[in-house]
C-alpha cells in the first residue's frame, strides 16, 4: 500500500514512529518526507498486518498530527525487507 499524510506530518517525529509501527506490524517498506511537507508510506506484507498498521497510525500519537489520509493499494514489489526512513 502507498499512504500519502498531510498535515503537521513533518518535524514531529512522524517517520521514526511510523517505522516503529511498521516494525512491529511484520510490514516492510518505508516512510519518506515529500518536498510539499506531506510524507509517503509505502508498506507491503500480510493485508491483516497492512491495515492494522493503519490503525496504529490513525488512532496512536501520530493521527494528532494528521489532517488528510489518502490510501492508494498497489502491487507488492516482493524487494522490501526491513522498513525504512528514507531521506
Known sequence: MRVR???RVQGVGFRFRARS???ARRASGFVRNEP?????????G???D???LLRDIRTGPLGAHVLRETVTWIRPSG???????RF
Open 79 to 85: 524487494h522490501a525487507d526491513g522498513f525504512e526512513i
Open 21 to 23: 509501527a511498521a516494525a
Open 36 to 44: 510539499d511537507g506531506s510524507v509517503t508510506l509505502e508498506a507491503e
Open 50 to 52: 497492512l491495515l492494522a
Open 5 to 7: 499524510y498531510e498535515g
Open 46 to 48: 500480510p493485508k491483516a
